[in-house]
Structure formats: structure tokens, C-alpha cells
């Protein structure tokens, strides 16, 4: 396959199999270590956790993505790369993404994986093992929950929406962590909610139940099937400036279209948190060492 060509419909269906397969071999593992961790570990910065039950998933999912797809590249959240010689295919792996919730046992976390070809986003699958829920994608085929066809909100108005975001886990230590964007856009929408995972987050846009998300800090693992997700539901994913997204860049903008333009240029007018009058007062809080 040529870098030029893109994969078939019927290569898309079954690389999408292939996904959904692992992702359901991964929410098994979770939920079987559900409530019985005994090593939960900081990954080098505050708040990014490591547990058992991240490293058993990934096992099962790489097994499943290597035993059909050998050929293809796996990026996996704690194995890291792994090389393939059909390049050109890289699966982005997280097989716990919100593993702070999924250690305190709150039911917001989710096995994400996505497929990128020549690095544009094709096949998404996202497994909610705690409300089981299956979500799946791939492009030109739609998008699907528990394989019943969602769609993006109608939501016209910036004022009449639902957001959702994330803050990422070098808060503490800069001043670009998003807690400015959120208190902006908690006054001009009906609500933000933050959920600690964007895999989740994203799925809930594709099937309307928030009309657009944003966040910054986040690796490719992290949103590669979600934005497959959104697009196959109808919705758009962007840049913060409505620009293409580089998958790399960290930050993304997600909503059903309608309000997108609204929210990108509402995202631009935040004035920056280090300019705020109580900043400086709240810099000196030592919130963690």
C-alpha cells in the first residue's frame, strides 16, 4: 500500500473487528481488578497513575492486536512504541484511560483504541466497561453504541450547551492548565463538566449527550478513536483554531459543528489566568510539593 492510497472499506471493517476485540478483552481484565488493586503508582508526575490492572489490559489488548494485525505499529500508553513493518498503520493504544478514577472506583474511565493511517485517524473503538457500553467507528462506516447508530447533538447556540473538558497533569506547575478556559466557558454555557477521561468524554459528544469538548495536554492514545468517533456521528474536531488537528499537539477541539466556531472563538477571547486579579495570591498556594 502506497502512502498515498487509503485502506478499503472491507480492510476498515475488519480492522475495526480487530479493535473491538481488544478493546473487549481489555474491559474484561478492568473490571476483573475492579476494587482489588494492590499497586497503584505516580508515573513521574503528580496524579498520573500506573496500576496493575492498566499493565494486565494492555497484555490482552496487544495480544489481540499482534495476533491479527502482526504486520501493523502499536503506540501503547505504557509500552510505548512498538515497531511493525506496515509502518504506515499505527494503532494508538490506552487500555485504561481515567485510571485516577478507575482506582477510586468511580465509573468514568474506558479502553481506548484507535487506528491512524499515514497518521489520519480511521478506526475508533471505545469500551466503557462500567455502564458496557461499546462504542465504534471507522470511516464511511458510521458510528455506533452497543451497535445502534448515535449522532451528535442539535444544540445551535454556545449559550444552550454542555461542555465537558479535562485539566492535564502538569497543573500545578504552569499557568497553561485550562482552569482559566474553564471558568470563562462554565459562565457562558449551561454547565463544563469534567469527567478524567477524554476517551469518555469524546464518546459522549458522538452520541449528543455533550455538545462539545476541549483539552490540552493529551497524547495520541488519549483521542485518536475518539475523534473518529465524533466525526463518524457527524460532529467536528479541530485545532483550538479551527485549524486541521495535529494529532501530536496535545490539545483538541471537539463538538457537534453547530457550536464550534462559537466555542473556538470563545476559547481565543480567555484572558490569560496569570493575568486575573487573584492570581497572584493564588500562585503562592502550595497545592502540592
Avoid at 482559566?180 to 462554565?186: K, N, P, Q, W
Avoid at 485549524?243 to 480567555?270: F, K, M, W
Wanted: proline residues 3%; aromatic residues 8%.
Amino acid at each position: 500500500m502506497s502512502l498515498s492510497d487509503q485502506p478499503s472499506r472491507s480492510d476498515l471493517y475488519r480492522y475495526l473487528e480487530v479493535a473491538t476485540e481488544a478493546a473487549l478483552a481489555g474491559g474484561a481484565v478492568l473490571q476483573s481488578f475492579l476494587g482489588k488493586l494492590e499497586n497503584v503508582q505516580e508515573k513521574g508526575r503528580p496524579g498520573d497513575l500506573v496500576t496493575e490492572a492498566d499493565q494486565a489490559s494492555e497484555v490482552a489488548v496487544l495480544d489481540v492486536l499482534q495476533r491479527h494485525l502482526p504486520d501493523h505499529a502499536i503506540l501503547s500508553e505504557e509500552a510505548g512504541q512498538l515497531a511493525g513493518e506496515a509502518a504506515q498503520y499505527l494503532w494508538a493504544v490506552d487500555p485504561l484511560d481515567g485510571t485516577t478514577n478507575y482506582a477510586h472506583q468511580y465509573p468514568a474511565y474506558a479502553v481506548s483504541i484507535g487506528l491512524l493511517v499515514n497518521g489520519v485517524p480511521h478506526v475508533g473503538v471505545v469500551f466503557d466497561p462500567a455502564r458496557q457500553e461499546l462504542f465504534r467507528a471507522a470511516t464511511g462506516l458510521g458510528a455506533t453504541c452497543n451497535r445502534r447508530p448515535i449522532r451528535v447533538s442539535q444544540t445551535q447556540e454556545l449559550s444552550r450547551s454542555l461542555l465537558v473538558s479535562g485539566f492535564a497533569y502538569d497543573r500545578h506547575q504552569t499557568t497553561d492548565n485550562n482552569y482559566a478556559e474553564f471558568c470563562y466557558l462554565t459562565h457562558l454555557t449551561q454547565g463544563v463538566r469534567r469527567s478524567g477521561s477524554a476517551a469518555t468524554d469524546l464518546a459522549a459528544v458522538a452520541c449528543g449527550r455533550l455538545d462539545g469538548y476541549w483539552e490540552r495536554g493529551l497524547s495520541a492514545w488519549d483521542i485518536t478513536a475518539g475523534i473518529v468517533l465524533v466525526r463518524e456521528a457527524g460532529g467536528r474536531v479541530t485545532a483550538y483554531d479551527e485549524q486541521p488537528i495535529q494529532i501530536n499537539s496535545g490539545r483538541i477541539l471537539a463538538t457537534n459543528g453547530r457550536i464550534h466556531s462559537e466555542l473556538s472563538q470563545a476559547l481565543h477571547q480567555v484572558p490569560r489566568l496569570d493575568t486575573w486579579a487573584d492570581w497572584e495570591q493564588l500562585s503562592k498556594l502550595r497545592i502540592m510539593d
